[in-house]
């Protein structure tokens, strides 16, 4: 099954000129079944060659071939420019012209950063883990400005309704800062529902930057744009870049 046109979600931040970014979604690609249409994950189980198909389509929007990750829900974060083949890290920051940084996800908050005058970039992948363990904060320290010089933009992740988690998530956030048990709801199962969007914005501010923008969506609950590993298990990834432009 082949949809035929991509579609993308563009952030809305007041980023300079140079700086380039979307999030594609699951539409226009050569997957079928569950990974239809673009899955850009070459560790979902999906056929290869489909995967390679979707990841040249996108490389023709694109000034070069994305620097991929290998996802740890973790903390390190790398240099993209300084990396060749497949780096193991949850982010990625470069002030290179025409390198892109890219997280894959679904669910999970992908993170999007610039200074304000448009010389360094950076992308994370910000699951519950990596977030609770600080990857927002390295990848600030990483991109080597002051977190006010900084802006965020949050993009599809899983909402609020629907990411039901357990005691130990919360005692993780809480544990760094008291404040984050706002970004709980307690249910009547004893479980509790996260707003992952709360608690990046809360890590954000941590380290000084107060210019987030973005959240709102739920992948659980878009299925006609979103893979959603929640939701379905088996599924392909979605994928966040971010660039400075040569032009």
Known sequence: MTSPELSFIYPGWPCADGVKALVTTRQGGASGGAYATLNLGMHVGDNPDHVAQNRNKLLAMLPGEPKWLAQMHGT???????????????????????????????DCLPVLLCDRDGSVVAAA????????????????????????????????AIGAQAFEVGQEVRDAFVSHSTHASAAFLRRANGQYLADIYALARQRLRDADVT???????????????FFSYRRDRTTGRMAALIWLSDE
């Open 211 to 225: 210019a987030a923008y973005g959240g709102g969506f739920c992948t659980v609950n878009d299925s006609e744009r």
């Open 76 to 106: 390190t974060v790398v240099a993209a420019h300084a990396v060749h083949g497949v780096a193991e890290a949850d982010a990625a920051w470069t002030d290179r012209r025409g390198v892109v940084c890219a997280v894959l996800v679904a």
């Open 125 to 156: 992948h910000a699951g519950w883990r990596g977030l609770a363990a600080g990857v927002i904060e390295r990848t600030v320290e990483a991109m080597g400005k002051p977190g006010r010089e900084l802006i965020a933009w949050l993009g599809p």
